[in-house]
């Protein structure tokens, strides 16, 4: 990659950062997942922020450590997630703190630092005018099978995120913009809806009312495959039940093993197993589990199919009325963050503080 052309450092890749869009469908049945982002309402909304298209990749992060550093371009980013993750921009002797769920800008040469996520696990980072290869049809990471993304892999201290031709001026003019976010769109909610899975009737009925009526504490074992739940044993109908011959799963699958606690899919799950499957998670509840941090409580709650399409127009919606409301930041007291923000690049600022208003 010619290091002159707009691009942004990754100086630091923190725990689990990796590129992702929508994801990759159709390949399933060759065994190769869907991938994506966890929490795609994030992606909408970022990459809405930044000027993208709506399925642009971005950059998924767990955790805090991630630092992106800006080359001879200044470059405009949106971090998405929760309101009380630690943001900075700046260098290493002057770092400004900044909000979350609005558009930023790097200045040349500087940095963004996400040093914490916050009250989630994870957050998003769209970044205007990325320029990712795609690979079967999608610039998703998949790293077990080392697809996707820059090399396959997670990203990487020292890698170089191609930027496509942007006028510099037209940055210079984009003002700051900033989106609130439900609480709904923040993944609050302790349920998660499901529908019941394949294997149903592989469970007792004392094994179906303890799923239901019990509260399950989200494990220390989660990653984008899946997540492990703890709290009380679902009891199978009897010992030929705890294993099944292996047929296909899909995200949001809630397989229980012989151990009897669930073990719930995520985006890179593999695309078929063995553990038979209670239920299934719908699509607008899977990111609670993407999102949430380890400890929380959370309880299933069956539905059907319509329930489960009305919770997809619902959030959709949800997503529409947020995009809509995406507004400029407005004029309010001096700060040096605003000097940060707007660079001082070939113009001028009042050095006045951008504040979230409606």
């Known amino acids: ?60 992060c767990f955790e805090g450590g991630l630092q992106l550093q800006a080359g001879d371009t200044a470059v405009r980013v949106a971090v998405i997630g929760s309101p009380s993750a630690h943001i ?27 040093s914490s996520t916050g009250s989630l696990r994870h957050a998003i980072i769209a970044i205007a005018n990325i320029d990712i290869p795609e690979h079967l049809g999608s610039t998703s990471t998949y790293a077990k099978a080392s697809l996707g993304g820059l090399d396959g892999s997670a990203l990487q201290a020292g890698d170089n995120l191609r930027l496509g ?68 044993v679902v009891a199978h109908r009897d010992a030929s039940a705890k294993d099944i ?10 397989q229980v093993p012989g151990t009897g606690l669930p073990i719930v899919l995520l985006n890179d799950a593999h695309t078929a197993g063995g553990y038979p499957k209670i239920a299934t998670v719908i699509s607008t509840d899977l990111p609670i589990l993407g999102a949430r941090r380890a400890g929380a409580h959370l309880r299933f709650k069956l539905v059907d199919i319509d329930e489960a399409i009305a919770a997809r127009v619902h959030q959709r919606n949800l997503i529409d009325r947020a995009v809509a409301s995406i507004a400029p930041c407005i004029v309010s007291e001096i700060s040096l963050s605003t000097l940060f923000e707007n660079n001082l690049i070939d113009g001028v600022t009042n050095g006045h503080d951008e504040l979230n208003v409606s």
């Open 245 to 254: 011959v292996s047929d296909a799963i899909v995200p949001g699958s809630v």
């Open 88 to 114: 900075k921009l700046g260098n290493q002797i002057d770092q400004v703190s900044c909000k979350a769920n609005r558009s930023l800008t790097i200045a040349p040469g500087a940095s963004l630092y996400l």
């Open 165 to 232: 031709e942007r006028s510099q001026n037209s940055i210079d003019s984009e003002p700051h913009t900033y989106c609130e976010l439900s609480e709904e769109l923040l993944y609050q909610s302790n349920v998660l809806r499901a529908i019941p899975g394949p294997q149903f009737d592989h469970f007792s009925s004392k094994g179906v009312d303890t799923f239901m009526s019990s509260s399950y504490e989200l494990s220390t074992e989660a990653d984008r495959m899946g997540v492990r739940l703890s709290g009380p």
């Open 1 to 60: 990659m010619d290091i002159n052309a707009p691009h942004l450092k990754v100086v630091n890749a923190g725990l689990l950062s990796t590129i992702q869009d929508s994801g990759r469908f159709g390949f399933r049945h060759l065994g190769i997942p869907w991938a994506g982002t966890l929490c795609p309402a994030w992606r909408i909304i970022g990459n809405s922020l930044v000027g993208n298209d709506s399925g642009c990749a971005v950059i998924e």
